[in-house]
Antibody, heavy 121, light 110 residues
């Protein structure tokens, strides 16, 4: 079964850091681009970051550029999101999603259940 | 902030047809980037409904259809069912090298 499973969410103080992980299984991980999408409580979906299958190309939303870093370890079938300088407005459920191809232009065809990040003092 | 605009809500009686618009610009939909659609049921993760403007993943009923023209796209649901009550989002890419989601539309089955 093709699936992705996020972990690493939690409560962090403003200005703090957190690293999210996304374990993938059931597909050839390095053949597919991956992405992070977040959803603040009661709000719509917001794309956060994407990475190509090779890991050579990365993309970020303006709201997180310079603070978040996306990476992947294709030997471990795992996607990461390093989040630094966290702000209250980063509070959201963070979803990991597989794209249907090797670049970020494809649709997001497999989603995890999400991990919650709360930024608060 | 989203640059893909959707109506906040649409509603219809069971069996009716509803349509959701997704209005973009020359830097995203109009630039030729594909549009994808997602369904998010209450309390659940989003699910891919339409990819590449018009294609349905296996398992998605043919009641759902997508189209694209110029700087806009649309999702149509025919034969509306109670289980279709959900939030729907369009998504495309932007020439600023960012993916974008639409503002989201809540579909209510009367």
């Amino acid at each position: 079964e093709v699936q992705v499973l996020e972990s690493g969410g939690g409560l962090v103080q403003p200005g703090g850091s957190l690293r999210l992980s996304c374990a993938a299984s059931g597909f050839t991980f390095n053949s597919y681009a991956m992405t992070w999408v977040r959803q603040a409580p009661g709000k719509g979906l917001e794309w956060v970051s994407g990475i190509s299958g090779s890991g050579l190309s990365t993309y970020y939303a303006d709201s997180v550029k310079g603070r978040f870093t996306i990476s992947r370890d294709n030997s471990k079938n795992t996607l990461y999101l390093q989040m630094n300088s966290l702000r209250a407005e980063d509070t959201a459920a963070y979803y990991c999603a597989k794209l249907a191809g090797s670049t970020v232009y494809y649709g997001m065809d497999v989603w995890g259940q999400g991990t919650t990040v709360t930024v608060s003092s | 902030q989203s640059v893909l605009t959707q109506p906040p809500s649409v509603s219809g009686a069971p069996g009716q047809r509803v349509s959701i618009s997704c209005t973009g610009s020359s830097s995203n939909i109009g630039a030729g980037y594909d549009v994808h659609w997602y369904q998010q049921l209450p309390g659940a993760a989003p699910k891919l409904l339409i990819y590449g403007n018009i294609n349905r993943p296996s398992g998605v009923p043919d009641r759902f259809s997508g189209s694209k023209s110029g700087t806009s796209a649309s999702l149509a649901i025919t034969g509306l069912q109670a289980e279709d009550e959900a939030d729907y989002y369009c998504q495309s890419f932007d020439s600023s090298l960012s993916a974008r989601f639409g503002t989201g539309t809540k579909v209510t089955v009367l």
